[in-house]
């Protein structure tokens, strides 16, 4: 090493100023280059692929944070519809439709009201009937429709199925089918 050293040396001494200074100067270029590859570039790498993995990361905790959000108002909707399922009386929903009927002046309209059966919560079991009206004005079945979602009950329309009546002479009667479910505490 000491052999390769003094050589080097002899080999500077050699060169003319002008000469010594150019080979500093490809040295310091040499050197540059060597430490811009070596070093330089790998950490600039490391930092943009490090860049890159926290908007992930921030795009994930967004997501996370809109979700836990919409969980715990879902989970506000879910306990209080069961407060509601709590307080409220044990329903017969075939009574209770045909009540409303009759307030919202649809009962002879009324060509059918069947239960269903429904495979259901053990917690909170369901009751489903299947209605069909005949020959109801849009107002009568308007009419009957918001009496049963301003029910006292929690009552759920499950399905919903308008037509024009055939067969008839008058173009504004329909033929209405409908599902409602009511739930209560087992």
Do not use: C, Y
């Not at 069961?82 to 002879?108: F, G, N, P």
């Not at 489903?128 to 918001?146: D, K, M, N, P």
């Amino acid at each position: 090493m000491n052999d390769w050293i003094a050589q080097l040396r002899k080999l500077v001494d050699e060169r003319t100023p002008r000469e010594r200074w150019m080979l500093v100067a490809a040295a310091a270029v040499v050197v540059f280059l060597i430490t811009q590859l070596a070093v330089v570039n790998p950490l600039q790498e490391r930092a943009e692929r490090a860049r890159v993995r926290t908007t992930q990361l921030d795009g994930q905790i967004l997501q996370a944070r809109r979700a836990a959000a919409e969980i715990r108002r879902l989970q506000g909707g879910v306990e209080a519809v069961q407060a509601r399922i709590q307080t409220s009386e044990k329903t017969d929903l075939l009574a209770l439709l045909e009540r409303l009927a009759a307030r919202a002046a649809v009962k002879d309209r009324i060509e059918s009201m069947k239960p269903t059966p429904v495979s259901g919560n053990e917690e909170f079991p369901e009751t489903r009937v299947q209605v069909s009206l005949r020959g109801a004005t849009l107002e009568q079945t308007v009419r009957f429709l918001h009496s049963i979602e301003a029910a006292d009950a929690h009552l759920i329309m499950r399905s919903l199925q308008i037509r024009r009546s055939r067969g008839r002479g008058d173009t504004g009667v329909l033929d209405v089918t409908f599902s409602v479910s009511s739930f209560e505490r087992a």
